[in-house]
């Protein structure tokens, strides 16, 4: 089994911001690929990452967690969806032209 790196093993509350953004971001990694093999169409994974996005934000509100926080939490599970939709996005423009 892999070794937690050296940066999270002393913050707890990271390596569950980053374990959800793992986890999450395989399950529509899976999800879009399943749907590509049982269709024969292209998939974008932008509009579940933009609701996962929201769905973070969501629960920073929530749990009332400061945006600028000195552990990673789920703003920045916001942003990093964001940031991987945005990159997604590019991806299938640069594709498709």
């Known amino acids: 089994m892999a070794k ?6 002393d913050d707890p509350a990271s ?5 959800r953004v793992g ?7 899976a ?3 399943l749907i590509h093999i ?5 998939v974008t ?3 579940m990452l933009v609701m996962a996005s929201f769905v973070a934000a969501g629960y920073a ?3 009332r967690e400061r ?17 991987l939709a945005a990159l997604a996005q590019v991806v299938v423009r640069s594709m498709a032209t």
């Open 67 to 83: 945006p600028l926080a000195a552990s990673l939490n789920r703003w920045d599970e916001a942003v990093t969806f964001l940031g």
């Open 31 to 33: 999800w879009c690929t």
């Open 45 to 47: 994974p932008v509009p």
């Open 61 to 63: 509100v929530a749990n």
């Open 4 to 9: 937690e790196p050296e940066l999270l093993r």
């Open 15 to 19: 390596a569950r911001a980053v374990a």
């Open 38 to 42: 049982l269709t024969a169409r292209p």
């Open 23 to 29: 986890l999450i971001g395989g399950f529509i990694g």
